[in-house]
């Protein structure tokens, strides 16, 4: 089974505080969730492979590390998770971004593709799905196994908050992905949104409604 992250850094707490107030303006909101995402990338890309290569410092050679191994890839479930490409690349700029168009049916609750444009060599990349909510998980679902349809075979998901039952459908229908999460919330209400949760994160980082 895949595994969860919470995570518990103090400055990720802190942010996402105010990206769940509603008097927090669009402009902030955007600019807490590239920082929040930026940060949570520091815990998606712990455990990369390194290799040790030669070179000059301004004083000898010497033997240094660098990144090694499958290259990255950035795929943001559209629209909201468009929110937190600009944090990951800040920290990845090397990463190439995919794209993966979903919508959630107001009457079924169930997604629909509308649009995907991945990188070509998908199959040789570790992948970081982004959404900023896992609420019911059918989106970070569809998703992920359109992904895999495609050649995808290193795939982990993240999210700025989850609720438990977003989390159990992922795990059930993908149990070998990780899902890396900033707050895991109490449960979703009748109409699907999270609780307490940050109200629709797509309307909110671009002032919709």
Not at 56 to 76: F, R
Not at 96 to 106: A, E, M, N
Not at 118 to 123: A, C, R, S, Y
Not at 127 to 133: A, E, G, R, W
């Amino acid at each position: 089974m895949g595994k969860v992250i919470e995570m518990n850094h103090p400055l990720i707490k802190h942010k996402l505080t105010f990206i769940r107030d509603k008097n927090t303006g669009s402009k902030q909101f955007r600019e807490l969730v590239k920082e929040v995402s930026m940060l949570m990338g520091y815990e998606l890309t712990r455990d990369l492979s390194l290799e040790t290569i030669d070179i000059d410092t301004p004083i000898m050679k010497a033997k240094s590390e660098v990144i090694s191994g499958k290259k990255l890839g950035i795929v943001p479930i559209l629209r909201a998770g468009l929110g937190m490409v600009e944090g990951m690349l800040n920290l990845l700029p090397a990463a190439k971004v995919g794209h993966v168009g979903l919508y959630r049916d107001p009457e079924t609750l169930e997604p629909v593709e509308y649009y995907c444009k991945l990188p070509t060599d998908v199959g040789e990349r570790q992948l970081i799905v982004l959404d900023p909510m896992l609420a019911t998980g059918g989106s970070a679902k569809a998703a992920i196994t359109f992904l895999k349809n495609k050649g995808a075979t290193n795939i982990r998901f993240a999210c700025l908050i989850a609720a438990p039952e977003g989390i159990k459908a992922v795990q059930d229908a993908h149990p070998d992905i990780d899902i890396y999460v900033g707050a895991v919330d109490e449960k979703l209400n009748d109409h699907a949104y999270i609780i307490p949760g940050l109200g629709d994160a797509g309307d909110r980082l671009y002032g919709t409604k």
